[in-house]
């Protein structure tokens, strides 16, 4: 299965997010819901996305969350922090979501979509102390209800085909066939080429798989 990037910098990419979430609620103050609104729309949500190495390099919780909210407030963050040993409800929250993200390949914005910072809260005792795998397999589930099926996924799970072998019969990234039935990726802007491609290798129309 293929992943929002190299398992390497998962577990730094699960600390970073979980000690910032327990930072911004817990020190700074701020209510979960605004933390995460302000860490979507923030330059550094796509850096945690792609697990990039050079942002994720020595940088911690605290670091983070000041710079999320200095991004979305325009104010220095003057609080004096010291370290945080425990492991908080809030910090599970971003630990839970960062590894999801990774093992979805899905953006953030879809998984703040389906889940308010409240239903996270609700799932932690349930969970906290649970396999992640247990808290992936409900996500899916959500995701699934909230996002219906694209015409791309439709398509092919009638046609039998993998998106493995959707890839290799049409050409197209298998990248990007997940992206376009996750909805990362935007099948109505997909090339002609793209389209003729996949449409070809479906036996359907380029027309079946837009979107309406």
């Not at 239903?119 to 409900?138: C, G, W």
Request: aromatic letters at 14%.
């Amino acid at each position: 299965m293929i992943h929002a990037y190299r398992e390497t910098y998962l577990s730094k990419a699960q600390s970073l997010l979980g000690d910032a979430f327990d930072y911004a609620v817990n020190v700074f103050g701020l209510d979960g819901d605004v933390f995460v609104k302000i860490f979507v729309a923030s330059p550094f949500c796509k850096r945690v996305e792609n697990g990039d190495p050079s942002f994720l390099a020595g940088k911690n919780g605290i670091e983070f969350a000041s710079e999320v909210i200095e991004e979305a407030f325009g104010e220095k963050v003057n609080v004096e922090v010291e370290p945080r040993m425990d492991r908080s409800l809030e910090y599970w929250i971003g630990w839970a979501v960062a590894y999801y993200q990774w093992y979805s390949c899905r953006g953030f914005n879809e998984i703040f979509k389906v889940y308010s910072f409240g239903d996270l809260k609700q799932m932690y005792h349930p969970l906290h102390e649970a396999d992640i795998s247990k808290f992936v397999d409900i996500t899916d589930s959500r995701m699934r209800s909230f996002f219906p099926e694209t015409n791309l996924r439709r398509i092919r799970n009638e046609y039998g085909c993998s998106q493995a072998r959707l890839a290799a019969l049409s050409g197209v990234g298998l990248r990007s066939i997940q992206m376009y039935e996750q909805r990362n990726k935007d099948i109505n802007k997909a090339s002609a080429e793209t389209l003729f491609r996949i449409s070809k290798a479906l036996g359907c129309s380029m027309e079946d798989l837009i979107e309406h």
